[in-house]
């Protein structure tokens, strides 16, 4: 949660700091992935038993933790992906519906089940998935961007989205796209890492990460691997969050 965090050291004030009970890599995918899913449901979501949730890159490192949210708040839940490998792990987090994207249309899919649209999107994909979950929005639907990873290598940072017609399509449905960045809710960042924390230590949230074991030249060591892990991400090949491991030498001393 600081600038220049790609460094085997690095210093922030002590309020910027969550103690952990151990040096286990699970924990890293806390203070943002998990806190961005947390406190943007918490405060934009509306989630209350029955409410239908759609989750784009439901696998990934923040996805993860809105599937386990919105189930804990006894939602239905779909999730996106991109293999049956994934889609095997979100059923085990609890996933209603996954749908892995390479061998069924999503469109097609949330046309035929959720005629009556979906009322949440978790939406970090942007672009053509974007368009396609402002599409299946319900009447008072709610589309969360947290993020648009489809876009990132792109010379704008974005992938094109059919924005001349989303003021009439929301109107339609009196529905609603709200942006979520966390550095605007700092404020509710430490109760929220705390009550992660607690849930992770219950055993009542799963952390899942990945080091890189299924990358071409193998798990994700040391700062130079950062490069690789950055590529294997933008690749859509992670289950998880990415997890660059320090050198036994640097762990050692921490």
């Known amino acids: 949660m600081a600038p220049g965090s790609f460094a085997e050291y690095t210093v922030v004030p002590a309020g910027a700091a ?9 924990y890293v995918t806390l203070p943002v992935s998990a806190t961005t899913a947390y406190i943007s449901l918490n405060e934009l979501g509306g989630l209350s038993e029955g409410t239908k949730v759609l989750v784009t890159a439901a696998a ?3 996805g993860q933790f809105a599937v386990q949210l919105a189930k804990k708040a006894k939602c239905h839940v779909i999730g996106t992906c991109s ?10 987090i609890g996933c209603d519906r996954p749908i892995n994207y390479t061998t069924e249309p999503v469109s097609t899919v949330l046309k035929q089940e959720y005629p009556a649209g979906v009322d949440v999107v978790y939406e970090s994909v942007g672009g053509a998935m974007f368009d396609l979950a402002v599409d299946a929005l319900a009447i008072k639907g709610r589309l969360i961007v947290i993020g648009f990873v489809s876009g990132y290598q792109t010379p704008t940072g974005l992938s094109p989205v059919k ?9 339609k449905k009196s529905a609603s796209v709200r942006g979520f960045f966390l550095n605007h809710s700092l404020s509710k960042y430490q109760a929220a890492m705390d009550h992660l924390l607690k849930m992770y230590a219950g055993g ?3 952390c899942e990460v990945d080091l890189g074991d299924r990358s071409a030249e193998g798990r994700f060591i040391g700062l130079e691997s950062v490069f690789r892990a950055v590529d294997y991400m933008y690749m859509g090949k992670n ?4 997890v660059v491991e320090l050198s036994r030498s640097v762990s050692s001393k921490l």
């Open 163 to 171: 924005a001349g017609t989303l003021p009439a399509k929301l109107l």
């Open 60 to 62: 990934g490192g923040t």
């Open 18 to 26: 969550a103690p952990v009970a151990s040096l286990q890599p699970q």
């Open 204 to 206: 009542d949230l799963v």
């Open 83 to 92: 293999s049956d490998e994934k889609s095997a792990f979100l059923k085990s």
């Open 239 to 242: 289950t998880g969050k990415i």
